[in-house]
T-cell receptor, first 114, second 111 residues
Framework: DADVTQTPRNRITKTGKRIMLECSQT?????MYWYRQDPGLGLRLIYY???????NKGEISDGYSVSRQAQAKFSLSLESAIPNQTALYFC?????????????FGPGTRLTVT | GEDVEQSLFLSVREGDSSVINCTYT??????LYWYKQEPGAGLQLLTY?????DMKQDQRLTVLLNKKDKHLSLRIADTQTGDSAIYFC???????????FGAGTRLFVKA
């Protein structure tokens, strides 16, 4: 079984709709991240959480919100989706005890906003 | 702010060596990574190097670091069609809370 899972894997939604992307992990890591990937721009950090009570904005948090329901779950919400939020979204985890700070990624959610 | 740059495309013939280059701006970068993204999948850590090293070899992979020029490269020897993927360079500084990723280099391997 995958250590980091994301649901849904693909989603098409209309402008103005609210949508939630979910991430679950079985790695037991405290740290979780949400990134978006756009062609030619690489990965940009949306939000990150170092534990259940700690939520921080990344470089492109406008238009997004998150919820850390448990150590294993970190959800990303788009309150009112717009077309330029069409992208590939990745969840990742890391272990603060890992000196190399390696990140472990989910398979991604491809979101299309029409 | 911190920036990581890499070329977007590289095409090589099967059996040749591939060299993917990356430059970064943060001189305090301590951990430098290469991630691989295969089609339809998330990123997987391929290898990494600490800033106090200038080379790391792992089977077909060789990572070279030039701290003076802030240049990182990944060499894949005997490139195979299965190496076709997007390769991301990423850097992180000691005590930093985030990893900065480059845009990714798409490697095409021609049979």
């Amino acid at each position: 079984d995958a250590d980091v899972t994301q649901t849904p894997r693909n989603r098409i939604t209309k402008t103005g709709k609210r949508i939630m992307l979910e991430c679950s992990q079985t790695k037991g890591h405290d740290r979780m991240y949400w990134y978006r990937q756009d062609p030619g721009l690489g990965l940009r950090l949306i939000y990150y959480s170092f534990d259940v009570k700690d939520i921080n904005k990344g470089e492109i948090s406008d238009g997004y919100s998150v919820s850390r329901q448990a150590q294993a779950k970190f959800s990303l919400s788009l309150e009112s989706a717009i077309p330029n939020q069409t992208a590939l979204y990745f969840c990742a985890t890391s272990d603060p005890r890992d000196r190399e700070s390696r990140q472990y990624f989910g398979p991604g959610t491809r979101l299309t906003v029409t | 702010g911190e920036d990581v740059e890499q070329s977007l495309f590289l095409s090589v013939r099967e059996g040749d060596s591939s060299v993917i280059n990356c430059t970064y701006t943060d001189s305090s970068s301590t951990y430098l990574y290469w991630y691989k993204q295969e089609p339809g999948a998330g990123l997987q850590l391929l290898t990494y190097i600490f800033s106090n090293m200038d080379m790391k070899q792992d089977q077909r992979l060789t990572v070279l670091l030039n701290k003076k020029d802030k240049h990182l490269s990944l060499r894949i020897a005997d490139t195979q069609t299965g190496d076709s993927a997007i390769y991301f360079c990423a850097v992180r500084n000691t005590g930093g809370f985030k990893t900065i990723f480059g845009a990714g280099t798409r490697l095409f391997v021609k049979a």
